[in-house]
């Protein structure tokens, strides 16, 4: 694993959370939009496939609570190793890429047509030297990769 892998498990994992998130709301939208008339019916297999529903959407909150878990503590220990960074412009340019996710340049946001400013924006570098003081810092990460896997 790469320092840049390394770094970016919490954005992989915050999306994966965002995943399931959505595949929950979906499998209630489709329960509420699907639930059965209980008056004059006896349940039977309209039951059934109501509680397997439920049991999958319990499954997937708990997958999801199990994904926050280990979010938190990966945020901690990707927080200590850029810490532990001499140099205080590459800890920035760290903590604002891997742990707030800011985009490396600004952009307008075609939603909002709002500028989101970027991390060179916001440090007041040229883009190329973000980039530049971004691979000094990789190359400054010290971490046993091998052990974070997830």
Same mark, same amino acid.
């Given at each position: 694993?790469?320092?840049?892998?390394?770094?970016?498990?919490?954005?992989?994992? =915050?999306?994966?959370?965002? #995943?399931?998130?959505?595949?929950?709301?979906?499998? $209630?939208?489709? @329960? %509420?939009?699907?639930?059965?008339?209980?008056?004059?019916?006896?349940?039977?297999?309209?039951?059934d496939?109501?509680?397997?529903?439920?049991?999958?959407?319990?499954?997937?909150?708990?997958?999801?609570?199990?994904?926050?878990?280990?979010?938190?503590?990966?945020?901690? =220990?990707?927080?200590?190793? #850029?810490?532990?960074?001499?140099?205080?412009?590459? $800890?920035?340019? @760290? %903590?604002?890429?891997?742990?707030?996710?800011?985009?490396?340049?600004g952009?307008?946001?075609?939603?909002?047509?709002?500028?989101?400013k970027?991390?060179?924006?916001?440090?007041?570098?040229?883009?190329?030297?973000?980039?530049?003081?971004?691979?000094?810092?990789?190359?400054?990460?010290?971490?046993?990769?091998?052990?974070?896997?997830?």
């Open positions: 694993m790469t320092a840049k892998e390394y770094l970016s498990q919490a954005y992989v994992i =915050e999306r994966r959370i965002g #995943i399931i998130r959505r595949k929950v709301q979906a499998l $209630r939208s489709a @329960l %509420e939009y699907k639930s059965p008339n209980l008056q004059g019916s006896s349940g039977g297999a309209a039951g496939r109501m509680s397997e529903s439920v049991a999958k959407i319990i499954e997937y909150e708990q997958r999801a609570e199990s994904l926050v878990g280990i979010l938190i503590d990966r945020r901690m =220990e990707i927080e200590e190793s #850029i810490n532990a960074l001499a140099d205080p412009v590459q $800890r920035e340019i @760290l %903590e604002r890429r891997y742990l707030l996710y800011e985009p490396w340049e952009h307008f946001d075609e939603n909002t047509g709002e500028y989101i970027g991390i060179a924006d916001s440090m007041e570098y040229t883009p190329r030297r973000i980039y530049q003081i971004h691979g000094e810092a990789l190359k400054n990460i010290s971490v046993n990769f091998s052990e974070f896997q997830f």
